[in-house]
């Protein structure tokens, strides 16, 4: 395959990004498209991603994952002290 297709352009990359930024409906198919493209999305924006296009129905959910990201985040750092 990857000698059939040519090397994904940096443009081609930055366009699905844009898109993916704009998007919420397509946010699976375009996270699909740049791991195709070998640039895969960092885990964390990937959340942030889903958890944005959540509608207010979710809004409990995405405080919770939220919360639980900073304490995450809080115990690493304190562990890296």
Not at 16 to 42: F, P, R, Y
């Amino acid at each position: 395959m990857t000698d059939t297709c040519a090397k994904p352009s940096r443009g081609h990359i930055k366009q699905v990004k844009t898109l993916l930024k704009h998007d919420t409906k397509s946010t699976l198919n375009l996270c699909i498209e740049l791991a195709i493209l070998g640039a895969l999305m960092d885990e964390k924006d990937l959340t942030d991603k889903i958890l944005d296009g959540l509608g207010d129905d979710y809004k409990e959910l995405v405080l919770f994952v939220q919360a639980c990201d900073k304490l995450i985040f809080q115990r690493n750092f304190m562990r890296n002290l």
